[in-house]
Every structure is written in C-alpha cells, then in structure tokens.
C-alpha cells in the first residue's frame, strides 16, 4: 500500500513539474516572438497560431521533459537539505537539453547565439520548475520521496 501511495505522489510531484515547465516555456516563446523574433527568426515557431503541429510539439516535449525533472527532482533532494543535490538536478536537465541545442545550432547555421538563448531559457525552465516544487513541498502540498 505504502508503494501505491509512493507512486500517486510521484506523479503529482511529476504533474507539478510538467505544468511548470510548461508554463514556463509558454512564457519564453512570448517572450521570443514579441522581443527576439526581430533578432532572431529561427526563434519564431509562429507561436501565436495555436493550431501550430510544431508549437503543439514542442510544448508537449517540454512538459513531458518537466514531468520528468519533477519526478527525477523528488528522489534526488529526499528529505535531505543539500542545495548542491538540488541545483546540479537543475542544471543536469538543462544541460541535456541546452546543450544539444547549442551543437543543433552550430551543425545547421554556424550560429550560436540565438541557440544560446535557447539553452538560456531552458535553465530558466527547470529552475521554475524546481522553485515551484520547493514551495509546494515547504508548503506540505507535495511530500518529497523519504529514503528509508
């Protein structure tokens, strides 16, 4: 029982996370198609058509990569107050992420700060994320994993 338990809080804490990272990817493709979009046009996805299949995917991939980060995040700060555990959980995931971005960019353009930017954003999506799963867990909505 106490597995069954386990897993439903992993999947709010996944659920949390997913919706995190998704909103903040939604705040980002504003910001790029109101600000950097002039800058830069392979920033734009043209994110204001919401029937775009490629918008739709991205935000789908994003919140799936936030599902994921929130579930990875519970067990990896368990009860233990390591900031260390908490930022490297962070910055792995966007690193993966904003990385490959990074070495798309340079293979397709011969480019790299539009991709920059990108890698940029997807620190900022994580770490929105890890923020919101913090306070749901000091605010005792979301119980972190306890290693027994």
């Known amino acids: 029982m106490e597995m069954i338990a386990e897993r439903l809080e992993s999947l709010k804490v996944g659920l949390i996370g997913g919706l995190s990272a998704g909103l903040a990817f939604l705040i980002t493709t504003v910001v790029n198609g109101l600000l950097l979009n002039q800058y830069f046009s392979i920033l734009n996805i043209n994110q204001f058509q919401l029937i775009n299949l ?11 990569s936030g ?3 929130g579930v990875t995040y519970r067990y990896i ?7 260390q555990l908490k930022s490297g959980a962070v ?18 353009n011969n480019t790299l700060l539009p991709f920059l930017i990108l890698a940029g954003e997807s620190i900022f999506w994580f770490t929105l994320a890890a923020f919101v ?8 909505w979301l119980k972190p994993f306890s290693s027994k």
């Open 54 to 64: 490629q918008f739709l995917l991205s935000a789908g991939i994003e919140g799936f």
């Open 67 to 69: 599902f994921l980060f």
């Open 77 to 83: 700060i368990c009860v233990d107050e390591n900031p």
């Open 91 to 108: 910055f792995a995931f966007s690193l993966v992420r904003g990385l490959n971005q990074i070495e798309f960019g340079w293979n397709v």
């Open 133 to 140: 799963l913090d306070t749901a867990i000091l605010l005792n």
